[in-house]
Each structure stands twice: as C-alpha cells, then as structure tokens.
C-alpha cells in the first residue's frame, strides 16, 4: 500500500538544487487543514484548547502555525518556554508540564505567567520557596495525576505505576487541598497515560477518568476545577493500512460523559484541554535523502545521506516509518531492502526487510511521518550533523526554516586555542 504525498519528485528535484539532501520538510497546508479539523471537532467544548507539545517539533515557525490556527504551547522545559516567548505565546496559552523541574525552569513558567502542572507532591513546597521572592505560588495551578494500577496505559508508554510521572491518587486529594490551604483558589487537572494511540476509546476512559474525580474534588474538597487536560498521546497512522483517530468520535462520546458526570453534579463549565504532538506534526513532516550506495551483500542494503541522528525513531522503537522513492511511486514495490544510514551502529536503519520499488544509487526516498520525534530528537554521534527543515507553504514556495548544522557548530564548544598549550 501507498501514502500520498505532498510534492511531486520534480519539487523535490527542484527543491534539492537549492537545498541539499538530508533535510526536512513541512507541509504548511497538511498541517493547517489538520489543525482546523482538530480543532474542529473538539469545538463542541466551549474553552477547549489544543496546546501543542512543543518537545514533538520545536521549531518557531511550525509553533507560530500552530498558534494562528489557535494552539497554545505546551512545553517541558526552559528552552521550550523561551521558544514560546518568542513567538509571542504567553500567559495561560503556555502549560508548563515538566518533570525533575529546575527551579530556573518554574521561574520563567512563572514570568510567562504560563499554567505551572506540578509533576509530584514535593514540588509544591519546591515552587514556593522558588518563587518566594517573586508573589510567592501562582494563583492557578494544575497536578498532573498518575493513576498507577487503576489503569493499563498501552504498549508504547507502559504501565503506569512503573511511570515516574504524576502524583499518586492519594497524593492528589493532599495536594489540592495543601494548595487550599495556601490560599490558591484556581484549579485544574492533568492526566497523560498513553502514547501512539489509535484506539479512540482510550481517550474516552481518560477523560471519563478525570471527571469522575473532578466529581469527587468537588465532593470532598469542595473544589470546582477550572480544566481538566487529558493530555497528549493520539497516534499517527503510520503504517499505510491503519486508521487516523476519528476526532469526532471521541468529543461525542466525552461529551456524553461531561453531561453525565460534569453537567448532572453542576461541574459545568469545566473547560478541556489537551496537549497533543505526534499527530499534530507528525503526518506532515517528511525526512528527504539521497541514496548514496547500493550494497549487496548478505541482504540488499539501499544506503543514504541521512542517519539516525536524522529520524531515530525506527532505530529506537523499531517503528515503522513509510518511505516512498521519488518518480517510482507507481512501480511495483517487488524489492526487498535494508534501508541504512551510516552511523557505526547496527541499528541505523530506517526500514528492515521492506519492499521497495527497484532502488539505484541517486534515487531520493521521502520517509514519511517524521514532522514529530523526528528532527527534535537529533543528536551528533558520529559527528553526523543535523539538517536544515524546510517549511513547504501554501503557495509551493519553499521557506527554509532551520539551516542545516555546519562543522562549526559541532566544534564550536571545543576550545581548541587551549589544546596548543594542553599537555
Ligand atoms: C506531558 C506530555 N504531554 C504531551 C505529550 C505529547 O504527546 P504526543 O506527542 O504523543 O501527543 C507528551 C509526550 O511525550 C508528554 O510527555
């Protein structure tokens, strides 16, 4: 089976006479549509927000998209919050979910005036003596919750109670109501359990979840909550015969749940948020290499200009990232190919045993599915440097939105003036 993609082996060819190969690109309209059906869908819940996880693509120009299409940001850590800032997101359209926080991480959270989702009990004393000379807590705060055995998770992010993440049950019903004590007054609560989920109905259960505790907050503590964040984790179709999470499905089936639980005990308003990345730039960020090498050995091996550094997902999870070769879309996929870069690492491969079209050296592959976890997660082994990322927008044109790495940069923290001297 076949993905479509966005640009045709002539855009490419086009694209890489200005722009070599390995790099990056976006697909500004893929991204757009997709974020407005999201959005969309979930409109049924007046207040919902979608705060982008930063971590998935942390580029400004792919946030500055997400943000005029309505995304907040959801970010984990300083540099992330100060990618935020930069595009002008602030304020409560920042969710800092962080965890092993910094105290110089929740001072700029604070600053920004983003929502503070505190990731363990402990932190709460932590985040007022951190911000003890700046207004001490902030006046809305949020617990992310770790159900531990009272749910499964999935197969990619595991079982719960082996997460670090969250506070216990227990911890939650404590931790709100220290917090009441120290006079905060603005609640919300946040949840994310499951990653690469296809199955819509998980995010049913979590949201089914966190309003029956809002129920119970409110019972035992008297708390009404501002927000409950199911949190990330809906899954990309990667593989080509697998299906998208019906949006519309899930928001009609939580909304049935907001009437019965929320609604009936007079919780409503209770706005809902999530904080969705994969699927939000995953589909719509392809890898594009050249095929510098054929090798025959064992096995057939097609081996690129690109590496894991590049897209480390499949050498990490064994995931399964589609490929297409450029201008052979429509040949017969009757080759059966080790797809490689050149890390001196067994496992940098992108495709193990896959059938291909016939593959020469100077053919170009686009691997699809790499708009999230894919750039962000590059690393230098091998001194391999990372590529530029290219945004493709509306109009066909090509914007580079990220220059590739030089050798200069990957020596730029070396002193090698000290290393004269150095004996
Ligand atoms: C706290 C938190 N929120 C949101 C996300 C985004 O999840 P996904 O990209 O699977 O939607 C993650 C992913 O690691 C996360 O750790």
Known sequence: ???????????????KAQHPTPFHIYDEKGLREHAQKFKQ????????????????????????????????????????????????VTGEDIMFTSNDTEQKEYIKAN?????????????????EQTLKTQGGLPELLCFRYNPGPLREGNAIIGDPKEAKYGFTREQLFEGYKICQEKGIKRFGLHTMIISNELNPDFFVETATMLFELSVELNEKLSIKLEFVNLGGGIGVPYLPDQNPVDYDYVAQQVMLQYQKLIVANDLDPLKIYMECGRVIAGPYGYLITDVIHMKHTYKDYVGTNATMANLMRPALYGAYHH?????????????CYDVT??????????????????????????????????HSMGFNYNGKLRSAELLLREDNSVLEIRRSETLEDYFVTLDFEQLKTFK
Do not use: W
């Open 323 to 335: 490929i297409s070769v450029m201008g052979k879309e429509v040949q017969a996929e009757d080759h």
């Open 1 to 15: 089976m076949k993905k479509t993609l966005p640009f045709t082996a002539q855009q490419i060819t086009e694209i």
């Open 41 to 88: 869908a979930f409109s049924i819940f007046p207040g919902f927000k979608e705060y982008f996880a930063v971590k998935a693509t942390p580029n400004p120009f792919i946030m500055k998209i997400l943000d005029e299409e309505g995304f907040g940001a959801d970010c984990s850590s300083l540099a992330e919050l100060l990618l935020s800032e930069k595009i002008g």
């Open 341 to 374: 870069g050149s890390l001196c690492e067994n496992n940098d491969k992108f495709a193990i045993d896959r059938l291909l079209p016939e593959i020469s050296a100077g053919d170009t592959l686009a691997i699809h599915d790499a708009g999230a976890h894919g």
């Open 111 to 127: 600053e920004l005036g983003a929502i503070i989702n505190l990731d363990d009990i402990a932190h709460i004393d932590y985040l």
